[in-house]
């Protein structure tokens, strides 16, 4: 199985950016499709971004289109999420997620297509 650790998760005021980082281990990063869910207070965890095994593909929750880019770095086991132009709105927990997909290049949408989690790194943007 692989471990995911999130860091890059603060403070930050409407307009900011922030770059949320997800290292693995365990196993090889490119095996897994990877993903990026938030959970807002009181809310429901939503998907956010998805990008394929190779890096080749990517999709966003309509909400973040053009402010928020996901990227992998497979070399380093690592998973990215950049966040500009960031609203009040965009406050939660945020997750990133890995599903196996040793064969395929496929975007994952759905919490239940994820086999393993990280434990959530907070961001606040503040009006």
């Known amino acids: 199985q692989v471990q995911l650790v999130e860091s890059g998760g603060g403070l930050v005021q409407a307009g900011g950016s922030l770059r949320l980082s997800c290292a693995a281990s365990?196993?090889?990063?490119?095996?897994?499709?990877m993903g990026w869910f938030r959970q807002a207070p009181g809310k429901e965890r939503e998907f956010v971004a998805a990008?394929?095994?190779?890096?080749?593909?990517?999709f966003y929750v309509d909400s973040v289109k053009g402010r928020f880019t996901i990227s992998r770095d497979n070399a380093k086991n690592t998973v990215y999420l950049q966040m500009n132009s960031l609203k009040p709105e965009d406050t939660a927990v945020y997750y990133c997620?890995?599903?196996?997909?040793?064969?395929?290049?496929?975007?994952?949408?759905?919490?239940?297509?994820?086999?393993?989690w990280g434990q959530g790194t907070q961001v606040t943007v503040s009006s």
């Open positions: 997620a890995s599903a196996w997909d040793l064969y395929g290049e496929t975007i994952n949408k759905r919490n239940d297509q994820y086999n393993f």
């Open positions: 365990g196993r090889p990063v490119s095996s897994y499709a």
């Open positions: 990008i394929t095994r190779s890096g080749g593909t990517t």
